[in-house]
């Protein structure tokens, strides 16, 4: 196996015992990048000297025993999240050249814990999108099969972690931007409760639905990610002050005694037929793993999320992105007078999705459309959460497919705003409920990557570990590697 193909866990084995060092380690994976990028664009930069000081800095720590299971091992930042000193771009020509002078929160734990960050992945612009093609800079592809998209908005990251790019990377997750790529990519991709990880840091999208979370290759780093950014932070105040367990503890190999559901709707018309048999195949093995599976619930209430997301999330993006006016942040354009400045720091600074997000935010939010649009979306809202809570009171989980679809090809859908909104149906009523959801690899349909996805109770995190892992450890999916 190469150095670049280990587990976080794998990783922290050997360089523990001193068989590798991370100096090593680090070495291969830039050399890797350097041989794969070309065919797959998953960063927007590469931070290759910072990472080799890094590995040295995290040597010394494993030799004075002193290490933890990510220190030393090579991550990937989705480029939304401030990294003192490194560009923090967005994937946004309004933000190319801003050099944030402070850290994250979760890049802050990860440095304590003695990262080495090997770049920035490459995005959707502002996270608005399901596909990379809407970064500012160029798409990424998917390894896969390079004519496709790896998914969105985390595809740089996602696509890191499938070529061996990186070990793990962190995304963010606003209506599926974790998991959708995830399951594009066939790595792992948990968007954990709203409030279980600090978004301090994160450049605010849509600020009730983002949150950050572990992209990974299999089920164990993706707790040994969480059990690190997890936990109230003072800079968050939405952060919630609640204990983390260890995350490891939940990863046994049976799901004796758990109850999970099924809910019709997230198998939507219109939905690819090899999908829906590699989902229901795996829900079988679920079930021989020995959980109960009820394959008949209903949550009436599905078919909102996808309308009451885009007035809820396009309003508070219209409000964030309020702040790019050319004086405080990033890019500026000298106009005649404030205006006109501000007019063609904006016309220039954004592309074409965000600013039909902002229009469609300042719609929603404008006097006399308000009550119609925005109020009703978060009417709607409440009742799919308490939906939600509902079916939690009768099963531990609920298994759904990540996606209706395997990847689509580049181009397919990017003039096509609703087909493309599409891509998030069986992911964005999560955010909306504020729930975790885990992506996991679960088979393939025409050669490309199916995932399953793994719904909980709010700060039930470690359930959906337990079925995932118990799942990876019956199926050899995520051993999987694209060929590039
Ligand atoms: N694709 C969805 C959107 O475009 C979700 C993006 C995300 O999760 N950041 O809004």
């Known amino acids: 196996m190469k150095l670049y193909e280990l587990t976080i866990h794998q990783a922290h084995q050997l360089l523990k015992n001193r068989e590798v060092s991370s100096l090593e380690l680090t070495r291969a994976v830039l050399e890797h990048i350097e041989k794969t990028e070309e065919k797959v664009h998953a960063f927007v930069s590469v931070t290759a000297e910072k990472a080799l000081i890094q590995a040295a800095q995290a040597d010394e720590r494993i030799k004075g025993d002193d290490s933890t299971p990510l220190t030393g091992v090579p991550v990937t930042i989705k480029d939304n999240m401030c990294t003192r000193g490194v560009t923090t771009t967005c994937s946004s020509k309004m933000l190319e050249n801003f050099i944030p002078p402070y850290d994250a929160t979760v890049v802050e734990r990860l440095n304590h814990e003695g990262m080495v960050m090997v770049g920035k992945g490459n995005m959707d612009e502002f996270a608005m999108g399901s596909s990379n093609e809407h970064s500012a800079f160029y798409p990424t592809n998917n390894p ?18 499938a070529t061996g790019e990186s070990i793990y990377a962190l995304g963010s997750d606003t209506g599926g931007s974790i998991r959708q790529p ?13 409030g279980r990880v600090s978004r301090y840091g994160l450049v605010a999208f849509a600020s009730s639905l983002d949150q950050i979370g572990p992209m990974t290759r299999d089920v164990t780093d993706s707790a040994l990610v969480l059990n690190v950014i997890a936990g109230h932070d003072p800079k968050d105040s ?39 048999e590699v989902i229901r195949t795996a829900i079988t093995r679920l079930e021989e793993l020995g959980a109960t599976v009820d394959w008949e619930v209903s949550l009436p209430h599905t078919k909102y999320a996808l309308a009451a997301y885009y007035i809820i999330a396009p309003s508070e993006a219209m409000a964030n992105l309020a702040r790019y006016d050319g004086v405080k942040y990033g890019f500026s354009y000298e106009g005649k007078n404030m205006w006109d400045a501000m007019e063609k720091t904006r016309g220039y600074g954004f592309g074409p999705e965000v600013k039909r997000r902002i229009i469609l935010g300042t719609y929603a939010l404008s006097a006399g459309y308000y009550d119609a649009y925005y109020v009703k979306a978060q009417k709607v809202r409440t009742l799919i959460r308490r939906e939600f809570e509902e079916a939690f009171e009768r099963y531990d989980a609920l298994i759904t497919p990540t996606s209706p679809t395997v990847p689509f090809k580049i181009g397919e859908r990017v003039s096509d705003p609703l087909q493309m909104y599409l891509s998030d149906v069986c992911t964005l009523p999560i955010n909306i409920a504020g ?3 885990l992506s996991v690899p679960a088979g393939f349909c025409d050669g490309l990557p199916v995932g399953m996805q793994i719904l909980g109770k709010p700060f039930n995190e470690d359930i959906l570990f337990r079925i995932g892992y118990a799942y990876e450890q019956a199926n050899g999916w995520w051993q999987q590697r694209p060929a590039i």
């Open 182 to 194: 995830a399951g594009f990519c066939n790595v792992v991709g948990l968007k954990p409760t709203y």
């Open 144 to 161: 896969w099969d390079t004519a496709c998209v790896p998914g969105g908005s985390s595809g740089g990251p996602a696509v890191s972690v």
């Open 435 to 437: 729930i975790p959801g």
């Open 238 to 276: 939405t952060s919630v002050d609640y204990p983390v367990p260890d995350y490891t503890e939940s990863l046994i190999p049976d799901l004796k005694g758990l109850k999970l559901g099924v809910p019709k709707e997230y198998f939507v018309e219109g939905m690819q037929k090899g999908v829906e």
